[in-house]
């Protein structure tokens, strides 16, 4: 068996606040939102009398329907909108993090 000794000092640097990077989850949120704007307008294509695909058209600005110019102007919004949401929430989170963690 081995001699281990286990030694808690009392001047060991404190734990570090979690930190996220904001431009990885910006990006992260810019491309699930992205995704799943995609998915829903292909279920639109799908089964249209569902209707899953109405929260898009009603939010997001531009959007008249099916058509290219509305799926490019919601995908870009998607990006958009979910970059700033994510790099927001980093941001946030960062700074709770270092004042309270």
Known sequence: MA?????????ASPVTPAQVSVPILGATVAVFAAV?????MLLGFVAPEW????PWLQFFLGLTGFDLRSLALG?????????Y??????????????RFG
Not at 3 to 8: E, G, L, R
Not at 51 to 54: C, Q
């Open 3 to 11: 001699n281990t000794a286990f030694q808690s000092r009392s001047d």
């Open 36 to 40: 799943s704007f995609l998915l829903c």
């Open 51 to 54: 209707g899953l695909h109405k």
């Open 75 to 83: 995908i870009v919004q998607s990006v958009v909108f979910g970059g």
């Open 85 to 98: 949401a994510g790099a927001l929430l980093g941001t946030i989170f960062n700074v709770i993090s270092r």
